[in-house]
Each structure stands twice: as C-alpha cells, then as structure tokens.
C-alpha cells in the first residue's frame, strides 16, 4: 500500500495521558498537513511540515500539541495531557510539493486516527 | 473572511435520479478547487481539482465545474456505491497550501 499511513486507527486515552499520532507520507512525498475533523464539520487545519522543519503551525493549540517530522521515521503529532474535548478524528495529508505551486498535486490523505478521551 | 459553504448538508436520491451538489466560496483570489470524497471511517480522497472559471472535469458519473464563485458537483444516473460524503475545498490566492474546507454534503443513494 503506497498510500498515506496512519496509526493507530483508534486510541483511547484518559484525561491528563498522552497521546502520540503517526503518520507515514506516501513514498516521494516531502510536505506533511495535519488536520482535525468534529462531526458534521470541515477539517480544521493544524500544522504543516517538512522534514525536520515546521513551516506553520497556526491551525495547532499552543499549549499541548506539538508536531514533527523526522528525518527518519513517521510524522508525530503529540498531544499532552488530553482533555475530553481533544476528542476527534485526527488526519494526516501528504503532498510532494507545496499545493498551490504550480502543479496538479493535490493533498493525499491517510484513513485518520479516531481519538476518544474518557 | 475566507469561508466556504456546501449545500445540501443532506441528499437523498433514488438510483438512477441525477443531481448537483454546490460549494460557494468567497475568499481572496482562487488559486484552487478540489473536490474529495469521503467514506464512513475513511480519509477523504481526492476526485479533481478545477483552477479557472469555466473549467470542467469528469470522472465515471461525476462531474466537477466552477464559476468565479461557486462550483457545483454533478451526479449523473447515480449508484448506490456513489453514496459517501463530498468535501470542497478552497486555496485562498494567498496562500500556497492552508486549503478551507466546507463541512461536507452527504450523499444516500437508494436503490
């Protein structure tokens, strides 16, 4: 599978634990776009990364979340001391290049990690 | 304010009962359009892209359009597998990869 992965696909956490999302870009993709999704909502963007690099991170809590993308290894959206209202669907989105450059490439997404905090 | 909307929230058709679905938009300059469909439990996935007023894609049943202020997502004889949530997204002229996204459209199609 070339696609977008993301793990895991379900997490259950406690209020005041952390939460650790993973997300794999599809091969040849550098640009890495975290979003979140409520029900009956359009995805919220979060933050946006190269490798070793966060280019914008406006759409993220200051407190509490924190993203990165290794040189090696997954992208890692980190969320500390979850709250019930961090409960949601967590997405991932790579793309080889910036979107609006001047191609046709658009965002690819991954299946997401659903996020319940009880 | 950049904002995009998506009308109906909800769509019931029978098979076979063609539609459209719109998303308007109003956001400073357009540098793109994309249209994604989204399953239950899935990531969105991606359907087209539109750029210009006056463009039009196509693929199977579906097919995408835009004017300078609207885009509208036609179904052509649906089937029940068509059934799913459609996204449009918008990037803003001024920037190069923060997309605005509507809240989805809801597509049953019953046999």
């Known amino acids: 599978n070339a696609g977008v992965m993301q793990n895991p696909r379900h997490l259950v956490r406690r209020r005041g634990q952390e939460a650790r999302l993973r997300c794999s870009p599809m091969k040849g993709h550098s640009h890495v776009y975290w979003y979140r999704q409520l029900p009956e909502e359009g995805l919220k963007f979060m933050v946006y990364l190269q490798k070793e690099n966060i280019i914008d991170e406006s759409g993220m809590p200051k407190e509490r979340f924190s993203a990165e993308f290794p040189k090696e290894g997954p992208s890692i959206l980190r969320i500390q001391q979850v709250v019930r209202g961090d409960s949601a669907a967590y997405f991932c989105?790579?793309?080889?290049?910036?979107?609006?450059?001047?191609?046709?490439?658009?965002?690819?997404f991954g299946d997401g990690t659903r996020l319940s905090i009880l | 304010e950049d904002q995009v909307t998506q009308s109906p929230e909800a769509l019931r058709l029978q098979e076979g009962e063609s539609s459209s679905l719109n998303c308007s938009y109003t956001v400073s300059g357009l540098r793109g359009l994309f249209w994604y469909r989204q399953d239950p439990g899935k990531g969105p996935e991606f359907l087209f892209t539109?750029?210009?007023?006056?463009e039009e894609k196509e693929k199977e049943r579906l097919k995408a359009t835009l004017t300078k202020k609207e885009s509208f997502l036609h179904i052509t004889a649906p089937k029940p597998e068509d059934s799913a949530t459609y996204l449009c997204?918008?990037?803003?002229?001024?920037?190069?990869?923060?997309?605005?996204w509507g809240a989805g459209t809801k597509l049953i199609i019953k046999p």
């Open positions: 539109l750029y210009s007023a006056g």
């Open positions: 997204a918008v990037l803003p002229g001024d920037s190069n990869y923060q997309l605005i």
């Open positions: 989105a790579s793309s080889p290049r910036r979107v609006g450059t001047n191609s046709n490439q658009p965002q690819h």
